[in-house]
């Protein structure tokens, strides 16, 4: 083949020229996608800015006025007024002979040790609920369903814990000045405080639920934090005093009012949903049949556990008018009052921590499709 020929004067390398009009073309799209991204990158945080003061400033609301609810609404409870105007008499731990009352019986202090085994053992297994280990993918079944898992130990353990300090208080702090002495204070700081805190961990229980089982948009989420910030302020309220009454079990109570809120959010993160019918589910027992493998961990959430979570949760309602009523009018022992409040506990905290435990298996025995915070 011949090689080209090449006039004198010409180069052997052509070079295209770009006409002037696509080079100011060029470089006014690049600069105008240049603005845009900077434009959308000051945006962002800026929303985000707004988003987290919009979240701050409702938890505070929701948290001061909830903690002015709870130490109002005892007082206003039809019928039990009276009752509790004798009953719940402000302290702020500072304890007299004349109206405190703090029993140190072995019925008040050993069922208080029985509620630590029983929610410690629940809370050990939720945790250690996790994906058989022939189950396929399993380690995204473990990691889909570890956020319910420890959140629901947490929960269980608040109790567990609260109870055992509790137990301890009851057992040997027997004399009112015992009872004025920084000891006391941090035991029973840390009994009336985690009940407190444990708004916290119903909370993310709930925000988790509405993630995997809820419907979407049916609650709002909020961010992650929001649950924590209102559990450690009444947690707050309860060290400093605020909640502190001449009887010291009278400060479970306000505790148990605050925890209305994320209390609520559970029950409704569960129940608003249209659940498949008895017919189309099968128990989690059955649940390494592949063959029966379901569309949604909703299908695996039999309509006993869900009654359960539901009563769980709700349940301790009725021990706030129980209490003052019992006290003032029943004749009982402090000791038999306390016995039977115990045992209502143990029925109600160990539904919860069933059906938190059933929760875990469903969603340890099937990998969902969980958005991210």
């Not at 006025?65 to 109002?72: R, Y």
């Not at 609260?162 to 000891?183: D, I, K, M, P, Y």
């Not at 006993?304 to 209490?323: D, E, K």
Request: proline share 6%.
């Amino acid at each position: 083949m011949c090689a080209p020929t090449t006039l004198p004067g010409q180069d052997d390398v052509h070079i295209q020229k770009t006409p002037p009009e696509f080079g100011r073309l060029a470089t006014d799209i690049s600069s105008d996608s240049s603005s845009k991204q900077q434009t959308t990158s000051e945006q962002h945080p800026k929303t985000d800015y707004v988003s987290f003061l919009k979240s701050f400033i409702l938890v505070a609301i929701i948290s001061i006025a909830m903690l002015e609810f709870s130490m109002w609404f005892p007082f206003n409870i039809p019928g039990v007024s009276s009752a509790a105007i004798k009953t719940y008499i402000p302290a702020w731990y500072q304890y007299d002979h004349e109206h405190t009352k703090f029993d140190n019986t072995p019925w008040t202090y050993n069922t208080d040790y029985l509620l630590t085994a029983v929610m410690s053992l629940l809370a050990i297994k939720c945790v250690m609920e996790r994906a058989p280990d022939d189950c396929p993918d399993r380690v995204g079944k473990n990691a889909a369903s570890l956020k319910l898992r420890l959140y629901s130990a947490s929960l269980l353990m608040c109790y567990g814990i609260s109870t055992l300090a509790g137990a301890w208080a009851h057992q040997h702090f027997t004399t009112v000045e015992s009872l004025n002495t920084t000891r006391f204070w941090m035991f029973w700081c840390v009994c009336v405080g985690n009940v407190s805190f444990a708004s916290c961990y119903m909370g993310l229980i709930g925000r988790e639920v509405q993630k995997v089982f809820g419907v979407e948009g049916a609650l709002p989420l909020g961010p992650w934090w929001f649950w924590p910030v209102y559990g450690s302020y009444m947690a707050g309220a309860c060290f400093l005093g605020y909640i502190s009454f001449k009887r010291p079990a009278c400060d479970i109570f306000i505790a148990g009012v605050s925890q209305s809120p994320s209390t609520f959010y559970c029950i409704l993160a569960l129940g608003l949903r249209k659940w498949p019918s008895s017919s189309s589910s099968r128990a989690v027992g059955n649940s390494n049949d592949s063959s029966k493998a379901k569309e949604s961990p909703i299908e695996l959430v039999g309509l006993a556990y869900r009654i359960m979570f539901y009563i769980g949760f709700i349940g301790n309602a009725p021990l706030l008018p129980m209490y003052p009523m019992l006290v003032q009018y029943s004749g009982m022992s402090l000791g038999g009052v306390n016995t039977l409040l115990h045992s209502w506990l143990m029925v109600m905290w160990g539904m919860q921590g069933i059906s938190l435990l059933h929760l875990c298996r469903a969603m340890s025995t099937y990998t969902p499709k969980v958005s991210k915070d």
